[in-house]
């Protein structure tokens, strides 16, 4: 490529674009129009901004022109985003851009020349990963004004392991109390028999107690 005195050259990434015929900045502001009943026009809403498009035509020549046209060809089919210098987007932050157009033309008649075309798109980088917050991001809110804790998580867990170790426990006690109770399978009668009843009361209460146990149990794992 021939390297022009006049101007900064423009820069695709490293690659020096020379010869440049015509550039042109192209942008889609974004407004979706709507119709109102008994509004004459329509109301514009703006729902984002697309992307800065540029256009680029130019010429290569000279011995060199095979090589740059391979350069510009690889840039074009890798898709992978570069960074872009030129005086038309001296006013623009624009960061990457990546070729989503390219065309190369053969002239006859000129074949120390030939034409290509380049279009560019901005590629602004993506926003930070969400981040979860306290209680899976409920406290952004405001249930921390409205006197909930939302910081609560590693109390719940200590309190299940209280919970399950008091479980554990009472089922141990259970056991016992089941053991009690079957004496009442042995049939007192007489002055015995304020035992059985015992017996049988004890049984009754280690039955309902077996049967918390068990869903406690099951509701903590």
Do not use: C
Not at 69 to 85: D, H, I, P, V
């Amino acid at each position: 490529m021939t390297a022009s005195t006049e101007r900064p050259i423009p820069l695709l990434g490293d690659i020096p674009l020379t010869a440049i015929q015509s550039m042109e900045h192209m942008l889609d502001a974004g407004f979706i129009p709507t119709s109102v009943a008994g509004l004459s026009g329509q109301v514009q809403q703006r729902l984002h901004r697309p992307s800065h498009k540029i256009h680029i035509a130019g010429i290569l020549e000279g011995e060199t022109k095979l090589d740059d046209l391979a350069t510009l060809q690889e840039a074009a089919a890798s898709g992978e985003e570069l960074t872009f210098a030129a005086d038309i987007v001296t006013a623009l932050d624009l960061q990457k851009v990546v070729v989503t157009h390219f065309r190369a033309v053969e002239y006859a008649g000129q074949p120390g020349q030939m034409g290509y075309e380049l279009q560019l798109a901005e590629s602004p980088p993506l926003p930070p990963p969400a981040e979860l917050s306290g209680f899976g991001g409920l406290d952004d809110f405001g249930l921390g004004d409205l006197g909930f804790d939302t910081d609560l998580m590693g109390d719940l867990a200590g309190l299940a392991d209280d919970i399950a170790g008091a479980v554990e426990g009472a089922m141990d006690a259970i056991e016992g109390l089941q053991a009690l109770a079957g004496l009442g399978d042995l049939g007192f009668s007489g002055d015995f028999k304020p035992l059985q009843d015992a017996a049988d009361n004890v049984g009754t209460v280690g039955k309902k107690i077996g049967e918390a146990g068990k869903s406690l149990g099951g509701l903590f794992g």
